[in-house]
C-alpha cells in the first residue's frame, strides 16, 4: 500500500512538495499521476529506484522534480512555479513494467489514496 501525502493550497507561482512512502516490494519503477475534475487521469512524472533515470510529461518538465530517497523508500515530487492547471487529485503509484511502459496508468497495480493540490489566482 502506497501513502501519498503533501498537497494543499497555494497561490500561482508557489510550490509544493509531495510526499509517497512506496515499499520496495511494489515494484522498481514510482510515479505521479493526476486527475482534474472531470478530465482523465495523466501521467506526471516516474523514477526508477536504484538507478534513478526519470521522466516528465511535457507539461511540467522544468517545473517539477521527482526524487527518492531510498534508505526510507520514499518518492518525493518537488513543484515550483505552480500553475492553475496543475490542480488535481496527485496520486503515486508503483509498477513492474518496463520503462517504455510508465506512462501507462493501466501498467500499475498499486496506488496510493491520492492527494489534493488546489492552485490559486
Known amino acids: 500500500q502506497l501513502q501519498a501525502s503533501g498537497g494543499g493550497l497555494v497561490q500561482i507561482g508557489g510550490s509544493l512538495r509531495l510526499s509517497c512512502a512506496a515499499p520496495e516490494l511494489s515494484g522498481r519503477t514510482v510515479s505521479w499521476f493526476r486527475q482534474a475534475p472531470g478530465k482523465a487521469r495523466e501521467f506526471v512524472a516516474a523514477?526508477?529506484?536504484?538507478?534513478?533515470?526519470?521522466k516528465y510529461a511535457d507539461s511540467v518538465k522544468g517545473r517539477f522534480t521527482i526524487s527518492t530517497i531510498n534508505a526510507e523508500n520514499v518518492v518525493l515530487l518537488q513543484m515550483n512555479s505552480l500553475k492553475t492547471e496543475d490542480t488535481a487529485v496527485y496520486y503515486c503509484?508503483?509498477?513492474?513494467?518496463?520503462?517504455?511502459?510508465?506512462?501507462?496508468?493501466?501498467?500499475?497495480?498499486?496506488w496510493g489514496q491520492g492527494t489534493l493540490v488546489t492552485v490559486s489566482s
Open positions: 503509484a508503483s509498477t513492474r513494467v518496463v520503462w517504455s511502459g510508465v506512462s501507462n496508468p493501466v501498467n500499475y497495480a498499486y
Open positions: 523514477i526508477r529506484r536504484n538507478g534513478g533515470s526519470t
